[in-house]
């Protein structure tokens, strides 16, 4: 088992920027592949971006591509996500997610409990 928790939501003006952060707990943080997924009101749960537990590449959605950046510290068992350039359809409940790593929600087995970004124009 391994258990998720974000934080580092909130309000933000566009434009602006906001790092999330995952801690984990459990199971070896490092062997999974870990990612950032997020839903807005009325819409489907949506990849944002992921991290190979190899350490070896990141890959994004169009979306978000060239705004935000995901890093984990295996040390300290925490992934981040610092989004930057926030518009106000970056507007959601943002999830952190650990498995085998993949665009699609199916893959992964773990999930926090969501953190609210809510950005203002």
């Known amino acids: 088992q391994v258990q998720l928790v974000e934080s580092g939501g909130g309000l933000v003006q566009a434009g602006g920027s906001l790092r999330l952060s995952c801690a984990a707990s459990?199971?070896?943080?490092?062997?999974?592949?870990m990612a950032w997924f997020r839903q807005a009101p009325g819409k489907e749960r949506e990849f944002a971006a992921g991290d190979r537990w190899s350490g070896k590449s990141t890959y994004y959605a169009d979306s978000v591509k060239g705004r935000f950046t995901i890093s984990r510290d295996n040390a300290k068992n925490t992934v981040y996500l610092q989004m930057s350039s926030l518009k106000p359809e970056d507007t959601a409940v943002y999830y952190c997610?650990?498995?085998?790593?993949?665009?699609?929600?199916?893959?992964?087995?773990?999930w926090g409990q969501g953190t609210q970004v809510t950005v203002s124009s």
């Open positions: 997610a650990a498995g085998l790593g993949s665009y699609s929600a199916a893959s992964y087995n773990y």
């Open positions: 459990g199971r070896t943080f490092s062997v999974y592949d």
